[in-house]
């Protein structure tokens, strides 16, 4: 599979990437008796999808929640060097409501059990999954600098974020990578989100 390099911080990752969020139950809390999981065979996905060169794995800690990140810690034990991880934080579960927070606490204590539950020391590329409105986009990327220079994540991303948000954000440390959909159903962020990140 080709490389490609992502945003213009240097970060290189293969053309496709393996977005594990069906691999795990998705943003809902856990049953009181949770069924069993296909593990073993999520694992051995994974690695083929390594073998074969699809080395840039998508999560996010909602995934779950948090058994997906479990999940791809599992799967690139021993292998770390070959993997480029991209994890996301931002989307809470309170009393099973969805809950969004940007507020730099919750920033570094989400990076910081994503790194525990994927068992690395840095992810490669963490973007806010969902802009916190309460809370400036200033303030939250203050912190994801300061984890950047502690050597916790090398590269920020956005996800869900419109043109002027991105490039607030732009202000107070590069951003990597947008995540939004972009497809020929969902054309309309052409006008301001694309020429953004240009």
Known sequence: VPRVK????????????????????????????????????MIKLIQ????????????????????NELLIGKA???????VQIASKFG??????KMDICGEPEYVR?????????????????????RIDIRVPIEITMGELKKLVEEGKIKYIGLSEACAATIRRAHTMHPITAVQMEWSLWTRDLEEEIVPTCR
């Open 6 to 41: 992502l945003g213009s911080q240097g970060l290189e990752i293969s053309r496709i990437g393996l977005g594990c969020r069906g691999m795990s139950p998705n943003h809902c809390p856990p049953k009181p008796e949770p069924e069993p999981e296909p593990e073993p065979e």
């Open 48 to 67: 083929h999808a390594i073998d074969r060169g699809v080395t840039f794995l998508d999560t996010s800690d909602p995934y779950g929640p948090h058994i």
């Open 76 to 82: 690139i034990k021993g292998m770390r060097e070959k």
């Open 91 to 96: 989307i809470s579960l309170k009393e099973g």
């Open 109 to 129: 204590a989400c990076c910081e059990a994503s790194l525990k539950r994927l068992d690395i020391d840095c992810i490669d590329l963490y973007y806010v999954h």
